[in-house]
């Protein structure tokens, strides 16, 4: 059985690219079956489209192998393309051989009902059969290229940083160890931990972000990114976190903070045009079953000059606007949600960069600006959510981000390679942050993380 010579149904449905009454192979997973007047009717998905293709066989008694096929089963079609009699679709194929490859039982969870999202997230290893996390998992592969070709185009190389790490880049203590030593009787040393004993000699996590090691990269090449995953030991469950998710953050030497909101800027609006045009079967399906107003929302930013916004100026305004927000507004907050989404829909209507934050809400390795209380720091802020990409201009100066570590809490000596990049040839730079994860939701409608990510890690969830 030669499988690749198969004919994938995006190739007929979506680009017309098969030519009529000519035998091909069809390979995919029956989604209905259906007799009637010595025809039957079978629906294959090969998971290459949102469509679809019905396999017409006629005097079924020809194929015993119809005797075994429910719902889920995986079978091969050798058959011509035909133009369609029926309404709604616009070919069939007309069958001469037919095959059962792996046979489903009646206890297949998938029917013909729908599923709530709950339920599919307890059958993670099947869910993506369904329409809905079959376009979510194209999308995903789609605009997971389109970060690259985005980068690419512009001269940017793509750097692998760590996933173990000695440092945490946020200076949030949120991270996961990583250690071979036996937690029920660990090694100690001044009744602490000794970890000089561990795998690596010292202790070690689970990265937080691939920044500080795409920084080293930007100081030899210029223009670099790292796409790749990250983990956050934040026990939080809400909608919106994961404990694994994919992070993307360029990093460019020989920039100031106006070039990061450039970047930032095209890089979001690339990223929304391509998933309308290159993803317009997902998304026109979730335009129909998620979120209708989605495609609009896309459009809307595509079209949109962003609005740069100081800080000061952003708190000012809501301080002067007569909302009674839940969480009360002063400057040095970090601003809530409802905050960003008040500034973005109801102020301006389009999306806003705030930038020039408090120093202290912000991480050490931000610039300081020459008032001492602020940071070159930027958040771009979109409808609907707010917070979207979160950058800055990194601290270039020697000094200045030595006492910045000292403030924060951070023992300089762990950071000597950082530092050692700001004493040969140091330059300006900058970069974002993009959560993967959390772009598709907005470019989906889809409201949960963990129906976004294929595989879900959660506290007190890490199956499959």
């Known amino acids: 059985m ?32 259906r007799e009637s007047k010595g025809v039957a009717f079978i629906e294959i998905n090969d998971g290459s489209c949102m469509g679809n293709l019905q396999a017409v066989l006629h005097d079924p008694t020809k194929f015993p192998a119809l005797e075994k096929i429910l719902t889920g089963a995986s079978v091969r079609a050798v058959g011509k393309l035909v133009e369609s009699p029926a309404s709604g679709q616009k070919y069939e194929l007309t069958v001469s051989e037919f095959e059962l490859v792996g046979e489903a039982d009646q206890t297949f969870p998938l029917q013909k009902k729908r599923h709530s999202f709950e339920y599919l997230r307890e059958i993670a290893h ?12 194209r999308i995903r592969s789609k605009i997971a290229y389109a970060v690259h070709e985005f980068f690419q185009e512009r001269g940017f190389y793509y750097i692998h940083t760590p996933i ?138 595509i079209n949109s000059e962003f609005v740069r916004l100081p800080y000061s100026e952003a708190i000012k305004t809501l301080e002067e ?25 109801k102020v301006f209507r389009k999306p806003v960069i705030v930038y020039d934050y408090p120093k202290d809400i912000k991480a050490f390795y931000m610039r300081v600006n020459d008032d001492g209380r602020t940071v070159r720091a930027m958040d771009v802020l979109v409808p609907k959510i707010g917070e979207i990409i979160g950058g800055s201009q990194r601290e270039e100066r020697y000094d200045v981000l030595r006492d910045n570590m000292i403030s924060k809490g951070l023992n300089p000596d762990n950071y000597g390679w950082y530092l050692d990049l700001r004493k040969y040839g140091t330059t300006p730079h900058a970069g974002f942050g993009l959560g993967f994860e959390r772009t598709l939701m907005y470019i989906t409608g889809m409201a ?12 007190r969830w890490a199956k499959f």
């Open 448 to 459: 949960n993380i963990r129906d976004i990510l294929p595989f879900p890690r959660v506290p």
């Open 126 to 137: 099947l869910r993506p059969r369904t329409n809905t996390f079959g376009a979510v998992n």
């Open 2 to 33: 030669d499988y690749f010579k198969r004919t994938r149904i995006s190739k007929i449905l979506l680009e017309n690219a098969v030519p009529l009454n000519q035998n091909i192979i069809v390979l995919g997973w029956v989604r209905t079956i």
């Open 321 to 345: 606007s007569g909302e009674n927000f839940e969480f009360p507004v002063k400057w040095g907050i970090d601003m809530q949600s409802e905050h960003e989404r008040y500034l973005t829909e």
């Open 164 to 301: 173990i790490s000695a440092s945490d880049a946020e200076g949030a203590g949120d991270l996961f160890r990583v250690t071979t030593l036996d937690l029920t009787k660990p090694p100690m040393k001044d009744g602490i931990i000794d970890f000089d004993l561990d795998f690596f000699g010292s202790e070690a996590f689970l990265t937080v972000s691939g920044q500080l090691e795409a920084e080293i990269a930007a100081m030899a090449l210029g223009d670099v990114y790292t796409f790749g995953p990250t983990f956050r030991a934040e026990n939080s469950n809400t909608s919106r976190h994961a404990s694994e998710f994919w992070m993307i953050e360029p990093e460019m030497a020989f920039a100031e903070l106006e070039d990061d909101m450039a970047i930032a800027t095209d890089f979001l609006k690339y990223l929304f045009q391509y998933a309308l045009e290159q993803a317009a079967d997902e998304m026109a399906f979730f335009g129909q079953w998620i979120d209708k107003e989605t495609p609009k929302t896309l459009e809307h930013v």
